[in-house]
């Protein structure tokens, strides 16, 4: 069976999976081990020396966190995966091999509001920054891109604004500049779009929202395409060069296309420890077997609810992408083309205060910080989420204090219309 001819949904039940070589189980069972008996004291050193791939300890490596990741790229069109305990883990990992003190990442204005903190405050420990920029100049793109940029970062669809990236556009700047174009694909799933195909190099996601897909997992997930040269410049010393961390091996000589993979398991796993355990990876697993059915109805029913709420005088706007009135409508024509997504922002008469009173009234709606689950979920950015950020921040991260964000969910769409309209006739009494 060649993975490669299969499509999304075959893929997303069988890609990286067999049934148990020990047990026949045809499911993944959860194999809840720390460690593994090497066969000999020759099989061991041959595990350490990366000769021979098996399993030493599982916070390098899990078999069945390993189908997870396999799953995953597979599904993404990449070459290998790993697996990490969230989707902000995911962040750091993929940036891990790239960056060292002095080096920069350029990133989209609008992300999600978590990365833009990690991005703004807390890399700054490493000795990392970031530059922020609106990734529809594309000059300015170009401009905010320097010696020390070491990647480019922009979500698919970006949360919480309903704002599509050009990552054609994107793949190609970076390109030309050297450096790996970095995609947050989150929202938008490998059902959607798989960044690979539009030129990205890594993929990261938080299966924590639409992968796994009802809300019981935190988790994340790094796709390498294998097709990044990490030779050709100097740039990326830990992988071309000798890396001290893990006794001279040349990565990107020694291991190709894999090089960053084994990279992020041989070194990042084992020192920062991020890893995902092996039930997260059970119920990720068990959540894309389902992926493109759920996803089908999330994006049917987003779209009925975008267009009932941009007819609704109670409401002032939809950034929902798949509307004609949406900026990122072209954009989501070409990079989006099922649908563009189930998550989208409203901004409601009344402002700040109806918003609040909105989140309140609905029934049907759960408010939470989270995304992406069965269940239609909603919150208030300005309040939350988007809280540390300064209103321009907020503004230009889509999460305006006049704005609530929902993420529909896969109920039956009339139920969550008639939640909303009862809602915002309170909101706006
Ligand atoms: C939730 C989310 C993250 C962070 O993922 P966690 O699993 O919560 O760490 C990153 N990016 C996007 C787009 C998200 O929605």
């Not at 997870?68 to 750091?92: D, F």
């Not at 970095?182 to 959607?192: K, M």
């Not at 000798?242 to 992020?264: C, N, Q, R, V």
Request: net charge negative; glycine share 10%.
């Amino acid at each position: 069976m060649s993975e490669q001819s299969l499509g999304f949904g075959t893929l997303a039940v069988h890609a990286g999976t067999e049934p148990d070589p020990a047990t026949g189980a045809r499911q993944v069972p959860i194999y809840q081990s720390t460690s593994y008996v090497f066969r000999d004291a020759e099989h061991a050193a041959r595990l350490f020396n990366l000769e021979e791939v098996g399993y030493i300890y599982s916070r390098l490596t899990n078999p069945t966190v390993s189908a997870l990741a396999n799953r995953v790229a597979a599904l993404e069109g990449g070459a290998g995966a790993i697996c990490c305990s969230s989707g902000h883990a995911a962040q750091i990992m993929a940036l891990f091999p790239l960056m060292g003190p002095g080096c920069n990442v350029v990133a989209s204005s609008r992300l999600y509001g978590g990365t833009i903190t990690q991005f703004s405050q807390t890399i700054k420990r490493f000795g990392w920054s970031a530059t922020f920029v609106d990734t529809d100049d594309l000059e300015a793109i170009k401009a905010a891109i320097n010696e020390d940029t070491r990647a480019l970062f922009c979500e698919t669809i970006a949360n919480p604004g309903g704002y599509v990236t050009d990552l054609d556009a994107m793949a190609k700047i970076a390109d030309e500049a050297g450096i790996p174009l970095i995609v947050d694909n989150t929202t938008a799933t490998p059902y959607l779009c798989r960044p690979i195909d539009h030129g990205a190099t890594l993929v990261v996601h938080s299966a924590t929202k639409y992968m796994t897909g009802n809300g019981t997992v935190t988790g994340g997930v790094v796709v390498d395409s294998g097709k990044f040269d990490w030779s050709a410049s100097d740039k990326f010393p830990s992988l071309s060069a000798p890396e001290p961390a893990y006794h001279g091996l040349k990565f990107h000589e020694a291991l190709g296309p894999m090089a960053f993979t084994f990279h992020s398991i041989a070194v990042g796993l084992r020192d920062l420890g991020m890893t995902m355990n092996p039930q997260g990876a059970h119920y990720t697993l068990m959540g894309i077997e389902t992926l493109g059915l759920r996803m089908q109805r999330h994006i049917e029913n987003a779209k009925a609810v975008a267009e009932w709420l941009e007819k609704d005088p109670r409401v002032e706007g939809v950034t929902f992408a798949g509307l004609p009135s949406s900026p990122s409508y072209e954009k989501a024509q070409r990079i989006v083309p099922k649908g563009a997504g189930a998550l989208f922002t409203v901004a409601v008469k009344g402002g700040y205060d109806a918003c609040v009173k909105l989140v309140d009234s609905l029934n049907l709606f759960s408010h939470v910080a989270n995304l992406g689950d069965t269940r239609s979920l909603i919150i208030h950015p300005a309040s939350t989420t988007h809280r540390q950020l300064e209103e321009e921040q907020q503004i230009k991260a889509g999460a305006a204090p006049n704005v609530v964000r929902i993420s529909i969910g896969i109920e039956e769409v009339e139920d969550i219309i008639a939640d909303l309209d009862q809602g915002l006739a309170k909101a706006t009494a």
